[in-house]
């Protein structure tokens, strides 16, 4: 599904509570372009990487937000497919492994008239990171920022402190001269309201870590504890997944 006129996305058949409708794959290329480059393969599913290789026709390189398995397990065996590399914060995930395949702060991918610019936003991950799109006005934001709802910053992966820094970041870029004017997320729909969304985010992170100390006030000291006081509105099935992020609020809390 064409999205943008330099971004098009193909979607993982692998929706669930954490996924939301599935993993957003993003094919960027400049209009009339013959390269490519794809942003978070997706899980090891044939059919949908068959279906982005179709898509994205000749592929310049491989590009991981981060490396949860819903976004990178099929980054090698697309990349092979694809006969290009893969480039990642983490060295685990590039192909080659060598240096000049990671993903740092003021790095510049381009490919064939596409300008992509490289923000570290760690936090829902200490190896998450932003693309920005200046001739379009897109940045992808991975699971830094969803397309409904929010993100988990989950211990031991994530760490709040960092993530809160991130959101700032991002808060501030959009508010730039930059001229934000959506964000493409690694989950759920494209957000048209980039600013308002991330200050959101931020209350929202805000108002958790307000009721995580007055839980703790009031005698809830262990995280189990925490969440079932807390999180009570939630699922009892998200408990786990709202436990290792009640663990990355303490950490947050008790340096």
Request: one cysteine or more; proline letters at 8%.
């Amino acid at each position: 599904m064409n999205v943008t006129e330099y971004a098009t996305l193909v979607r993982a058949d692998n929706p669930g509570l954490m996924t939301l409708d599935g993993t957003n794959t993003w094919i960027l290329r400049a209009p009339d372009a013959e390269r490519s480059v794809v942003v978070d393969p997706g899980p090891m599913l044939e059919d949908h990487l068959r279906a982005v290789l179709d898509a994205a026709g000749k592929v310049a390189v491989v590009l991981l937000t981060h490396k949860h398995p819903d976004h990178s397990e099929g980054a090698a065996w697309f990349a092979n497919q694809a006969g290009c590399g893969v480039r990642a914060v983490d060295p685990e995930f590039r192909i080659p492994t060598d240096h000049a395949h990671g993903l740092a702060e003021g790095d510049v991918i381009t490919a064939d008239g596409l300008r992509i610019e490289v923000l570290p936003t760690p936090g829902h991950t200490l190896d998450s990171v932003c693309f920005w799109l200046p001739q379009d006005g897109s940045l992808l934001t991975g699971d830094t920022v969803l397309g409904r709802g929010t993100s988990v910053v989950a211990y031991p992966d994530g760490a709040l402190g960092p993530y809160l820094d991130s959101l700032e970041r991002l808060r501030a870029f959009a508010n730039s001269p930059a001229d934000v004017l959506r964000l493409l997320p690694g989950h759920g729909p494209v957000i048209d309201d980039p600013s308002d969304v991330l200050t959101y985010y931020l209350n929202h992170r805000e108002e958790r870590l307000a009721q995580v100390r007055e839980a703790i006030a009031q005698g809830h000291t262990t995280p189990e504890s925490i969440v079932q006081h807390v999180y009570a509105d939630v699922p009892q099935s998200l408990w786990p997944a709202a436990e290792r992020s009640v663990r990355a609020q303490l950490d947050y809390l008790n340096p």
